[in-house]
């Protein structure tokens, strides 16, 4: 099974709302993604996380706000959110190894996001 | 920095053409390389891949073969169809560590029109 959920696939948000992402693995990966899209663009990387740890945060913006509870679950916080912040918000997760191995991505549906 | 550059599209074939699109790379380790495809509304799925030189990837007539010497994998099938109509993705993890963020290139829709 190489399947990533997420939920929910669509959400619609006021930028005075908080709500939260979900994305969810059960491969055994221990190092989870989340990535932003615009539009006709490829996937911007926002957070990694390894054994449930804040690897890479891409300089953004505090009102995104990342959480890993556990080595299958991973969600994105969003509070005061911009509409330039509307987008498709997608999770992955990899194997992860030693120096000089690189693992594959397993992306999930993905959530759209439209900030009003 | 890492970088991968690929054909801009669109591109728009007929039904059982000979697809090629073209990806360049630049890296200062030894990545691996991937395809991806992403369907419309829907996230990306790994269509391929190669983690050394000479590799070549394969998947749904689909394939790709990892040069070094020219720094490319560029994606190729034989005979499109309509269900292939989608953005395909060229990206590179460089074998740093095991966590290595994807660095994508900027995608080429491709379009079968039957």
């Known amino acids: 099974d190489t399947e990533v959920t997420q939920t929910p696939k669509h959400l619609v948000m006021g930028m005075t709302n908080k709500k939260s992402l979900k994305c969810e693995q059960h491969?055994?990966?221990?190092?989870m993604y989340w990535y932003k899209q615009k539009a006709k663009k490829p996937p911007e990387l926002m957070f990694v996380y390894s054994y449930e740890k804040l690897s890479i945060n891409e300089s953004v913006p505090s009102r995104f706000s990342p959480e890993c509870p556990n080595s299958s679950l991973l969600n994105l916080h969003l509070h005061a959110l911009q509409p330039e912040d509307s987008a498709l918000y997608l999770c992955?997760?990899?194997?992860?190894?030693?120096?000089?191995?690189?693992?594959?991505?397993?992306f999930g549906p993905g959530t759209r996001l439209t900030v009003t | 920095g890492d970088s991968v550059t690929q054909m801009e599209g669109p591109v728009t074939l007929s039904e059982e053409a000979f697809l090629t699109i073209n990806c360049t790379y630049t890296a200062t380790g030894y990545p691996s390389l991937f395809w991806y495809v992403q369907y419309p509304g829907e996230g990306l799925q790994l269509l391929l891949k190669a983690t050394k030189a000479d590799d070549k990837g394969s998947n749904k007539g689909f394939e790709a073969t990892y040069r070094k010497e020219t720094t490319s994998f560029h994606l190729e099938k034989g005979s499109v169809q309509v269900s292939d109509s989608a953005v395909y993705f060229c990206?590179?993890?460089?074998?740093?560590?095991?966590?290595?963020?994807?660095?994508f290139g900027k995608g080429t829709r491709l379009s079968v029109i039957a």
């Open positions: 992955a997760s990899s194997r992860t190894g030693g120096s000089g191995q690189s693992y594959e991505q397993y």
């Open positions: 491969m055994g990966h221990r190092a």
């Open positions: 990206a590179l993890s460089d074998q740093g560590s095991g966590n290595t963020p994807l660095v």
